[in-house]
Structures are given as structure tokens and as C-alpha cells.
């Protein structure tokens, strides 16, 4: 995509409402109540996105006559589940490129893991009748510059040239593509996380909002939550806070947070969707360090997100960083080069969200309080699939089993942890200038290459 600023037609972000397109509807359940007596459970689960929604899930399908409660500080779904652009992909490692430079020798099993995975939640959409809007649908990559239609290995079966993929979307500014028809689907990530919050409850669980976690104490019987005037003591804690990092003590430092922004169109007319060819339910998504990810929406839309990820001084998450002119005002001026017979279309939302990014690119995992609190964050962004993984690595280390999940490295290991500040916001900056350096040139700087012999990567 190139950096050149087309002039963003009149309008068209004018009345976009400043909330997620997904969170936006009258059909957003009212919240629970919150925790406000001392209670005792077998398994405490804190954090009601994905993460923990699916370790309620899993928890109660492996035990059913286990009593476990899920307390979530906001709502359900209110951060990061239901401000994604809703891709949910086999990948548990950021893509395979990062999956087989960082662990080649386990790639196989790890590929083969995410495929049962995704599979997995297809099968748990299908057997509780989950309106999620779930849609397999796979993913196309296209290239936009002329140094990133090498990464679609021109030749080799599924690459697309320039006509092929044109034919499939016409965008003027495609050069290549590849389709991956497999292992990837999108969904609803607001709804599929409420639909499972009414999984769980039908399972067993019970769900606390608006109850926050402040502190998690070691008993002589297990662990004590502290919540406000309440207290819980939990045999086993699954942690599943993902960007808000309070309590995970040392271990915050291996992650920060960045900011992710994103655009939904109104809905579009037949004759405007015609004018783009895009019939097909796949997702997009462009080559290159800073990328775009954008669908179709289940009322006919477009989800237009991604390029400008912003990382914040000290690692703060606030409400008003979820709105950023600028880059709202970037995002659009690329659509409008993207597809430039939509001109006239304007945007009805505009969002951003904080994703929990770590230096791997993908979740690690880890157990405290001597061994009864187990953790996952650093999805860098594929946490809607990749979630439901991470809860059953959790609940398989809480329950001390030998898996070949617990068996792999990439469980095992725990990523680089960033520097303090302002040696964090020095070295995200250095590198954010580097990758837009990449993207345009096709040139690997020195900076960059520094960071790959770190086994930092710094690549999506």
C-alpha cells in the first residue's frame, strides 16, 4: 500500500460513530452481577474475553461437576474480543513463516494442533447452535508493492497474478494474491463471545461482571482473589486478562500494549458490491510489516482495519486512545485507494482497541503461586482462534498433566520481556520507523536485522 495521501472524499468519516461495530446493537446482553460476598470455588476464572470464556467452556466439558466462577472487571466481551476484526485462523504461531523460524523442529505438530483447533471450534459452534455468524471462508493475501510479490512465491500452486487475483477483487492496486481457501473463518467476535458466556452459564459456570480482580494471595488452601470487599478462594486461578497485566507480576514486562484501529462502512448496495467483485466470504489482508485486514461484515459492510498499530508511553491502556483521528483519517484515505469505485461510501464506526503483544508474536504460557494460577497473553492479535488453544494449555498445567500440548517449546519457553522506559518507547519507535522503511523499499535495516539475531523478529 503505498504511503502517497489521496484526498479522503468529503464526508465520509462525518457522524461515524466512536464505538465497535460489533458492540453497537441492542442485542448486547445486560450485564451480570457482580461478586459481592466471600464465596469458594474449585476453579476461578478472571477475565471474560475469549481466554477466559473458553477455559469456562473447556473446564466444565473435561469436568463437569467441578464449580468454577468467571469474573470479568468490565463486560463481556468489552475490550479486545469485541473490538477485533473478527478472523479466526488455524495459525497458533503468527503465521508459519514465524512459527518455523522460531520453532522448525515442532512446526509440523504445531500447524497440525491449530488445524484441530480451528476444527474444534467449529464443532463447538455446531453442537450448542452458537449465532455467531461463523463463516469458513479462508484468507486472501495480496500484494500491493512490487517487492512484496515474492512473499506469494510466484509459480507455486495457489499463487494468483495480477489478472487472477483482479478477478477475484478489483482492487488497482493488487499486483498478486494467494488464497488459502483453509484455516480461517470469520465471525461475529462480540456475539461469539456472548454465545459463549451462555454456553458456560448452560454448562454451570457462573459469570460475575463489573468485578475486579485487585490482588491474588497464596492460602493455605489455594489461592484468594481479592475483589473489592469480596473475596474468593479458588483451588486452581486461570488468569485471562491478556493486555491488563496487573497481576502477573515480573512476568508484565513481556508484554505491551498497542493500539489497533479500525473502520466499518455502511452497508454496501448490490451495485456496489458488484463494482469490487467480491463475492466470496474470505478475508483480505496486504503483505507487508504494516498491514490492512478487511472483510465482509454479515449486513454487507466492510470492516476495514489495521496498518497503524500505536504503542503508547509507560504502557498505558486508556479509554481515549480508542480514538485517534489521524489514523482513522489514514485508515480511510487507504480504503478510498484500495477501492476507489466505492467513492461515495461513507464510514459509519470508527474504533480502536488495545492487542497484548508480546515479542514472540504469539501467546506464552506460564504457572504461579506454586503451580495453582496458570496464565496466557500475547496474542499479538490472532487471540479469536488461538484462545480457545491457550485455555486448554492452561487447564492441562493447573491439572499437572503431560500433553503434547504441555510438551512443546513453544509452551515451555516464555519470550523476551521489553525494557523498562524509556528504553521500551525508544526501541518501539525505532522499530515502527524501521518496518514503514521495509514496507516501502523492500530493505531489511541493520536495526532490523539486530533484533532477528534477538530472536525478536519484529515482522507480522
Known sequence: ???????????????????????????????????TGD????????????????AAVRAKERDPGREVLLVEGDR??????????????????????????RWPEEYAVLEQLGAENLAAIADTVRTYDMKCSYTPGGVLKVATRPHTVAALEPGSDGHLDQGAVRRLVDSPTYLAGRLDAEGSATVDPARMAWELARVAESLGVRIAEN?????????????????GSARVRADRVVLATNVFTSLLGARAFSVVPVYDYVLATEPLTPEQ????????????????????????????????????????????????YEQREQTHQLLARHFFETFPQL??????????????????FSAFYGLTHSGRVAHAAGFTGLGVGASRFAADVMLDLLAGKDTERTRLRMVRERPLPFPPEPFAWAG?????????????????????????????????
Not at 479466526?88 to 504461531?93: G, I
Open 1 to 35: 500500500m503505498s504511503t502517497a495521501r489521496p484526498s479522503l472524499p468529503e464526508g465520509s468519516l462525518d457522524g461515524a460513530r466512536p464505538v465497535p461495530l460489533w458492540l453497537d446493537t441492542p442485542d448486547r446482553p445486560a450485564p451480570r452481577p457482580p461478586v
Open 39 to 54: 464465596t469458594s470455588v474449585d476453579l476461578l476464572i478472571i477475565g471474560g474475553g475469549f481466554t477466559g470464556l473458553w
Open 76 to 101: 463481556i466481551a468489552e475490550h479486545a474480543t469485541g473490538r477485533n476484526g473478527g478472523f479466526c485462523e488455524a495459525s497458533l504461531t503468527h503465521g508459519e513463516a514465524n512459527g518455523r523460524n
Open 211 to 227: 468485578t475486579r480482580v485487585t490482588r491474588l494471595r497464596k492460602a493455605p488452601d489455594g489461592v484468594t482473589a481479592e475483589c
Open 273 to 320: 458490491w458488484a463494482s469490487i467483485g467480491w463475492d466470496e466470504p474470505y478475508g483480505i489482508t496486504d503483505v507487508g510489516n504494516q498491514f490492512h485486514y478487511y472483510r465482509r461484515t454479515p449486513d454487507g459492510r466492510i470492516l476495514w482495519g489495521g496498518y497503524d498499530a500505536i504503542y503508547y508511553f509507560g504502557r498505558a491502556t486508556r479509554a481515549e
Open 343 to 360: 467513492a461515495g461510501v461513507r464510514f459509519t464506526h470508527r474504533w480502536g482497541g488495545a492487542i497484548d503483544t508480546c515479542s514472540r
Open 428 to 460: 518501539i519507535q525505532l522499530t515502527r520507523r524501521a518496518l514503514a522503511r521495509e514496507d516501502e523499499t523492500g530493505q531489511r535495516s541493520v536495526w532490523l536485522r539486530f533484533l532477528d539475531r534477538l530472536g525478536l523478529g519484529f515482522a507480522s
